[in-house]
């Protein structure tokens, strides 16, 4: 099995990045939806499209997106020699990562609060959250490219 792993590993390392990537998107963007969708609410034919627009963007690409990354980032970790649990940035990085997937599950609990009418974070709350996967991402590029 780790053999097959050394073998894939550029190929798993490109859809790591792939998904990491559609991830990124999505967490970059559904805040900013909120935003607005917050700011908005009081047209009902407006707020009826951001529900939309974020339920489809939350279950077609960021819940997929999610698993690819966490799958194909686990078999780069699994990867014979990938991975050396005595330096720093692997620690950096799982911490990050997990703050991530954090992030990504808070706002799937506010979409339905919005979705059910029951918001109670203001959009200015929601831009300020909207800085964390900014500060979450630098860390885990640094640690996955500086290596420190
Ligand atoms: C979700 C769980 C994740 C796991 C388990 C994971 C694990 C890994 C591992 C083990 C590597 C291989 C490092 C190497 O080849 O030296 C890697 C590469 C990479 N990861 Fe992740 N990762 C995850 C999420 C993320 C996220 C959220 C991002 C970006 C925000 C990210 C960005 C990258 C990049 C850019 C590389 C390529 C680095 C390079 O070799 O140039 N990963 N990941």
Not at 52 to 73: C, D, H, Q, Y
Not at 132 to 137: A, G, K, R
């Amino acid at each position: 099995m780790t053999d097959v792993l050394s073998t894939l590993y550029p190929w798993i390392k490109a859809f790591h990045i792939m998904s990491v990537i559609a991830w990124m998107a999505g967490l970059f963007y559904l805040p900013r939806l909120f935003v607005h969708h917050v700011e908005q609410s009081d047209n009902a034919r407006i707020e009826e499209t951001f529900r939309m627009m974020e339920k489809k963007l939350l279950r077609l690409i960021m819940n997929p997106a999610s698993i690819a990354t966490w799958v194909f980032g686990l078999c780069l970790v699994f990867t014979p020699g990938i991975v050396d649990w005595s330096m720093v940035w692997p620690w950096t990085k799982a911490a990050a990562v997990l703050a991530m997937t954090w992030f990504h599950h808070w706002l799937a609990l506010r979409r339905k609060d919005l979705e059910k009418g029951t918001n109670k974070v203001s959009g200015r709350q929601y831009r300020m959250m909207n800085e964390l996967p900014t500060v979450l991402m630098i860390v885990i590029v640094l640690s996955v490219v500086v290596k420190f």
